[in-house]
Nanobody, 115 residues
Framework: QVQLVESGGGLVQAGGSLRLSCVAS????????MGWYHHAPGKQRDVVAA???????NYADSVKGRFTISRDNAKNTVYLQMNSLKPEDTGVYYC?????????WGQGTQVTVSS
């Protein structure tokens, strides 16, 4: 079982930056895929970025060129660097780990981007 704790959310003006962190309870080196999801008010939860155990990354079109996902296996941590934030980026951001055919979620961290 994997426990995930996100942090780094907050209130920021449009154009600003935030870095989200997701710390896992154990080693992430064997976790197949880790991802960040965005849950905007009134909408479904969508993946915005994902990273494999080999370091390959994938991004939603809406965040390409603005967001960067990275992982530090030594710190059991996955990061989401968010630049050039827009009001539509507002919502709760969740970290997810895919391991052994199961998905594990963190509790989420709120990001609010003011215009």
């Amino acid at each position: 079982q994997v426990q995930l704790v996100e942090s780094g959310g907050g209130l920021v003006q449009a154009g600003g930056s935030l870095r989200l962190s997701c710390v896992a309870s154990g080693s992430i080196s064997n976790i197949n895929i880790m991802g960040w999801y965005h849950h905007a008010p009134g909408k479904q939860r969508d993946v915005v970025a994902a990273i494999t155990s080999g370091g390959s990354t994938n991004y939603a079109d809406s965040v390409k060129g603005r967001f960067t996902i990275s992982r530090d296996n030594a710190k059991n941590t996955v990061y989401l660097q968010m630049n050039s934030l827009k009001p539509e980026d507002t919502g709760v951001y969740y970290c997810k780990a895919a391991l052994g055919g199961l998905g594990y979620w963190g509790q989420g961290t709120q990001v609010t981007v003011s215009s």
